[in-house]
C-alpha cells in the first residue's frame, strides 16, 4: 500500500439497527406479534463493512453524517472501538441518526429504515485532502443518501482522479428506480459488490449471468452475492462461481454481505488474486452468521480467527 494515513475510505450512510429475532410470522395489520430476542447494534452496510474490515487489520477511516444524538455517540464509541478513524464523522443540526427496524425469520428478514442524517451528506462533505488521506474508496447505500447520489459519478471521477482504487455495494433502491447511470459509473468502480436481485433490478435482467453479461462490457470486476447459493464473480475474463461457507447454526445473515464485502476487499487491497479475494469474502460473509448483528461476530481479530479455525476449519498466517 502507499503511504498513506489510511487504507480505505468508506463513504456512507450510519445508522443504528433495532434487531427482533426469532418471530413466528409476518406481521398483519391490526394484529400483534412477538419477537423471542432482541438486539440494539451498530447498522448500516457502510458501517458493518468499516467495522468489520478494521477489525480483520485494514486501517479505515469513515465519511458519513448523524444526528446529535444517544444513537450517534454509539455509533462513534463502537466504530473507535473497532479502531476506525472516526475524524471524517460530520454532526447534522437538522436530523436525527438513522435507524434501522430489523425484523428476523430465519435467514430472511424484513426491514423499516429512518435515513436521517444520512441524507444529509452531500458531495460538497468530501473534500479532495479526504479522498487523498486514503488508497481505496468503498462507498454504500447510495440510493438512501438522497443528497449524494446525484453526483455519485462526479465523487468516483475523483477518487481516480486522485489515484484510488474504488468499490460499490449499490443496495437495494427503496423507491426501485434505480436511477443512477450505471454506464457512467461502473467503468469507474475498481469491484462492484451488488446481490442477486439487486444486479437483477439494475439491468432488468433474469439471472445473474444475464446480468453480467449485459454490464461487463463497462465494468472492470463484478462479485455478485447470492446468499446459500454463493457467489458469481466476473475477473474480466470469466465466471467463477464459489458455493457459500455454510454455517449449521445461523444466528442471523444480516450484514453477511457487507462482512462478505469486508474479506473480498482485504484481499484485494493488499493485491492478492481474485480467487483469494472471492474465497476470503465467503468465509467472513459466513463468520457474521454465527452472531446477532452485522459485526456480532467481529469482536476482534482473536474473535474472527477462532470462529474460523473452529467452525470453517480455516487458519489463515496473514491475519496478524
Known sequence: MSEKKNDVLV????????????????????????????????GSSSAIFANNLSILGTKVSFLGKVGCDSYAEQI????????????????????????????????????????????????????????????????????????????????FKRAKFHGMTTSLDPQWDPAENWDIDFNALLPLVDVFLPNETEIRMITNANSIEDAIRRIKPFCKIVVVKNGINGAIMWDGNKLIKKPAYLNKHVVDAIGAGDSFNAGF?????????????????????????????????????????????????????YLK
Open 265 to 317: 476487499i482485504n484481499r484485494f487491497i493488499n493485491h492478492r488474486s481474485l480467487d483469494e479475494c472471492l474465497d476470503f469474502g465467503a468465509l467472513c460473509g459466513a463468520v457474521n452468521t454465527t452472531a446477532s448483528g452485522g459485526t456480532g461476530a467481529f469482536q476482534s481479530l482473536e474473535a474472527v480467527k477462532l470462529c474460523l479455525k473452529q467452525t470453517f476449519n480455516k487458519t489463515f498466517d
Open 11 to 42: 463513504i456512507g450512510e450510519l445508522n443504528i439497527d433495532l434487531i427482533l429475532g426469532e418471530i413466528e410470522k409476518f406481521p398483519e395489520m391490526g394484529k400483534e406479534v412477538l419477537a423471542k430476542s432482541m438486539n440494539q447494534t451498530l
Open 76 to 155: 462513534d464509541s463502537t466504530l473507535r472501538q473497532a479502531g476506525v478513524d472516526v475524524s471524517n464523522i460530520l454532526k447534522s443540526q437538522t436530523y436525527f441518526t438513522g435507524i434501522t427496524i430489523a425484523l428476523n425469520f430465519g435467514n430472511e428478514r424484513a426491514m423499516v429504515t429512518y435515513p436521517g442524517a444520512m441524507c444529509d451528506l452531500s458531495i460538497r462533505d468530501i473534500s479532495d485532502e479526504t479522498l487523498k488521506s486514503a488508497s481505496h474508496m468503498h462507498l454504500s447505500s447510495m440510493f438512501l443518501q438522497d443528497a449524494l447520489k446525484p453526483d455519485v459519478v462526479e465523487l
